[in-house]
């Protein structure tokens, strides 16, 4: 990861940055030398990490304690940024809710489509344009496993999520031609908060350490990773089921969360 600042530049800017895979990126990345925008909701927890990092890498931090899910996040990151360079956007937050849709708060699905799709595409549209200007510049899209085939019980989770997938792969293919890498990550379970806001288990998780490190191996290598064979497997057997047998699988993943 040593030449991530030559081929990307100095500064990454990284969402959901306080805590699990995202705090992980934001310590790996610092670790390699690069400076970093870090965006979550959480004040003292984004706080905190700066202050670990600066202190213990010798980079810049600057925290945007926001909530993605607000109408008009954007200019507070703009005006944060309007003199540097964001060389590597890390487009990571984004929650899960469980339960029958119809059942669901409407108004906490609108947050979790705000948070999981509407923030990465806005942010995408905002950086990327730069990047491909320069000629120069990563994306990395967090989507997941989920995002390969419908989960009842996760039904609009799962939904945000291939929407994540769909999105960085295509984006990859445009990018190309500009010297902008792509990558979609997709992770499984991992050892993160997101099985508490989901209300569910974690069952077979990954370390956020692995995750994040074979997201940067692969980064300008593939379009696409899945992290672990176990995940891998899982998603891969989606291409040979029937898509009603797929959803089945779906659904006994997710109920299999909720009860253990």
Aim: charged share 20%; net charge positive; proline share 3%.
């Amino acid at each position: 990861m040593g030449d991530f600042a030559s081929r990307y530049g100095a500064w990454a800017l990284i969402t959901g940055s306080s805590s699990g895979i995202g705090e992980e990126f934001a310590r790996q990345l610092a670790k390699a030398g690069l400076s970093l925008v870090l965006v979550a909701r959480r004040k003292k927890r984004l706080k905190k990490l700066a202050a670990l990092l600066e202190n213990d890498h010798g980079v810049q931090v600057r925290v945007a304690p926001m909530d993605l899910a607000a109408d008009s996040f954007l200019p507070a990151i703009v005006s944060l940024t309007e003199d540097i360079e964001i060389g590597l956007l890390v487009n990571n937050a984004g929650f899960a809710i469980t339960g029958a849709l119809l059942d669901n708060q409407e108004a906490r699905e609108l947050e979790m489509l705000y948070v999981n799709c509407r923030a990465p595409l806005i942010l995408t549209k905002k950086f990327g344009s730069k990047m491909a200007k320069r000629r120069k510049g990563g994306i990395i899209m967090v989507s997941s496993i989920a995002g390969f085939g419908a989960m009842p019980q996760w039904t609009h989770y799962a939904a945000t999520k291939a929407y994540s997938l769909l999105l960085g792969e295509g984006l990859a293919h445009e990018l190309q031609k500009f010297g902008v890498d792509v990558l979609t990550l997709c992770p499984g379970s991992t050892s993160t908060e997101f099985h508490q806001v989901a209300g569910v288990h974690g069952g077979k998780s990954m370390s956020p350490v692995a995750v994040v490190a074979a997201a940067l191996r692969n980064l300008g290598k593939k379009t696409t990773h899945i992290p672990g064979f176990h995940n891998l497997l899982l998603a891969s057997t989606g291409r040979f089921l029937p898509r009603r047998l797929n959803t089945k699988k779906g659904a006994f993943i997710v109920n299999h969360l909720c009860n253990r």
